[in-house]
């Protein structure tokens, strides 16, 4: 009546489309912008944080450091994707660090990749394949509670 059904559709394809990662979807947990929290955690499902953590981070899934994202402490997760700063260790079997990626630590990897324009400072250990980055260790010995340490482990 006040328009044709062309004119829409020519509208929708002319909007830009948006860029997602493939790995979008799949993020259960988000940690966002101006969030801070303390303190360690395990999430076991794909993790985006765009706020601060103050802490270490273990996971079973992918964890995606955004731009305004900021880690202080120890990241182990299958998959790590940074486009923003973390403040110590990283032992993960995929490591992707992008333009303005700052890290301040050591990293120990299977696979590493890199894009022009990423900080790093510390150590890079490439892992055999057959190592194992699921063992964790307290302090205190209970878990939950102390400092974690992240402990990669050889299988024979």
């Given at each position: 009546?006040?328009?044709?059904?062309?004119?829409?559709?020519?509208?929708?394809?002319?909007?830009?489309?948006?860029?997602?990662?493939?790995?979008?979807?799949?993020?259960?947990?988000?940690?966002?912008?101006?969030?801070?929290?303390?303190?360690?955690f395990f999430i076991?499902?794909?993790?985006?944080?765009?706020?601060?953590?103050k802490g270490d981070?273990?996971?079973?899934?992918?964890?995606?450091?955004?731009?305004?994202?900021?880690?202080?402490?120890?990241?182990?997760?299958?998959?790590?994707?940074?486009?923003?700063?973390?403040?110590?260790?990283?032992?993960?079997?995929?490591?992707?660090?992008?333009?303005?990626?700052?890290?301040?630590?050591?990293?120990?990897?299977?696979?590493?990749?890199?894009?022009?324009?990423?900080?790093?400072?510390?150590?890079?250990?490439?892992?055999?394949?057959?190592?194992?980055?699921?063992?964790?260790?307290?302090?205190?010995?209970?878990?939950?509670?102390?400092?974690?340490?992240?402990?990669?482990?050889?299988?024979?």
């Amino acid at each position: 009546m006040f328009g044709s059904k062309d004119k829409s559709v020519q509208q929708e394809s002319s909007a830009p489309a948006v860029n997602k990662s493939a790995n979008s979807k799949d993020i259960k947990t988000l940690i966002g912008e101006g969030c801070k929290v303390e303190g360690n955690f395990f999430i076991p499902t794909a993790t985006r944080i765009d706020g601060t953590i103050k802490g270490d981070l273990t996971g079973d899934s992918g964890i995606v450091i955004g731009h305004t994202g900021k880690i202080v402490g120890s990241v182990c997760a299958a998959e790590v994707v940074v486009y923003g700063t973390v403040d110590g260790n990283i032992e993960t079997n995929r490591l992707e660090l992008k333009k303005g990626s700052k890290i301040s630590g050591d990293i120990t990897v299977n696979n590493l990749i890199t894009e022009q324009g990423c900080t790093f400072n510390g150590k890079c250990n490439m892992k055999t394949e057959a190592s194992n980055v699921t063992e964790l260790v307290t302090d205190s010995g209970v878990s939950g509670t102390g400092n974690v340490k992240i402990k990669s482990v050889m299988n024979s």
